[in-house]
């Protein structure tokens, strides 16, 4: 069951996302934030990265969804059936990150294209959707994401080195922020936002007292497998699951903290390759 109102997928097509309000519910998204800040091994697993400004940003990455907690947010048909109404085309899950902006030193991310990252491994098209789900509140204080509305429409865009991270050429992005609004996009928890993968975004360093932690499931078409291998994964038929397994894992102590995580600074090569 996708959870489109009427008239957001021509707001999606039009502006390059949108948000629905209250996707999950204040327990789920508890059971999602204890579950997370509890987790010794995401934390053990975490990269680090550099800013470019002296901050350090720090995320956890895995590549299939899993049985856990995490896999049922990215595995439940109110997610996936959406973005497959956002797409037109059966998806399968790309990768899911956990993004870890703690108070007072949570690095910014640099404007970027998701699809200047993923181009380098092998996918031809941007057919691709990612969908942030608010673990913490995200507020302009704590660095919450800003995106250019409508800015997907421009292509992808090239993308160099910023710090350890991959930025998106700033002339351009300076001249199109001059043409396009630019948004912040506060949320609650539970709270999601679905993005395209050539839309520009990018957020500031949380200097607040406050976490913002955030879950990004990331998916790609069926008909946009990729044509070579890289660290993450071609096409994989994706076992969806009702709603309800999201409370019910998440209440399952032994269950819930379930994933695979990639070594990130290992494997990922996509951002590497770019010139500086």
Same mark, same amino acid.
């Given at each position: 069951m996708n959870m489109l109102r009427p008239n957001q997928k021509a707001d999606f097509d039009r502006d390059g996302y949108i948000i629905i309000r209250q996707l999950f519910s204040t327990e789920e998204t508890r059971l999602l934030g204890e579950t997370a800040h509890h987790d010794n091994a995401m934390d053990q697993a975490s990269s680090t990265m550099d800013d470019g400004k002296g901050n350090d940003?720090?995320?956890?990455?895995?590549?299939?969804?899993?049985?856990?907690?995490?896999?049922?947010?990215?595995? #439940?048909?109110?997610?996936?059936?959406?973005?497959?109404?956002?797409?037109?085309?059966?998806?399968?899950?790309?990768?899911?990150?956990?993004?870890l902006k703690d108070a007072r030193v949570g690095g910014a991310w640099a404007w970027h294209q998701d699809y200047g990252y993923w181009y380098q491994n092998g996918v031809l098209f941007p057919d691709l959707c990612s969908v942030m789900i608010a673990v913490d509140q995200a507020t302009l204080e704590n660095g919450c994401l800003?995106?250019?509305?409508?800015?997907?429409?421009?292509?992808?865009?090239?993308?160099?080195?910023?710090?350890?991270?991959?930025?998106?050429?700033?002339?351009?992005?300076?001249?199109?922020?001059?043409?396009?609004?630019?948004?912040?996009?506060?949320?609650?928890?539970?709270?999601?936002?679905?993005?395209?993968?050539?839309?520009?975004?990018?957020?500031?360093?949380?200097?607040?007292?406050?976490?913002?932690?955030?879950?990004? #499931? #990331?998916?790609?078409?069926?008909?946009?497998?990729?044509?070579?291998?890289?660290?993450?994964?071609?096409?994989?038929?994706?076992q969806k699951v009702d709603d309800s397994k999201v409370r019910e894992v998440g209440e399952d102590d032994a269950q819930r903290a379930k994933v695979d995580f990639v070594n990130l600074m290992a494997e990922d090569a996509s951002a590497k390759g770019l010139p500086e």
């Open positions: 940003v720090r995320l956890a990455l895995w590549n299939h969804p899993g049985d856990g907690v995490y896999g049922m947010f990215a595995r #439940c048909h109110r997610v996936v059936d959406t973005v497959e109404a956002l797409l037109a085309d059966e998806v399968y899950h790309y990768h899911s990150k956990m993004i800003q995106v250019l509305k409508g800015s997907h429409k421009m292509g992808r865009i090239n993308h160099v080195l910023s710090g350890e991270q991959a930025g998106a050429d700033l002339e351009r992005v300076e001249e199109v922020k001059k043409r396009l609004e630019l948004v912040h996009v506060t949320m609650a928890p539970g709270d999601a936002l679905f993005f395209h993968a050539n839309l520009l975004h990018s957020s500031a360093a949380n200097h607040s007292e406050r976490s913002r932690w955030a879950l990004i #499931c #990331c998916y790609n078409t069926a008909s946009n497998n990729p044509y070579k291998d890289s660290h993450h994964p071609r096409y994989t038929k994706l």
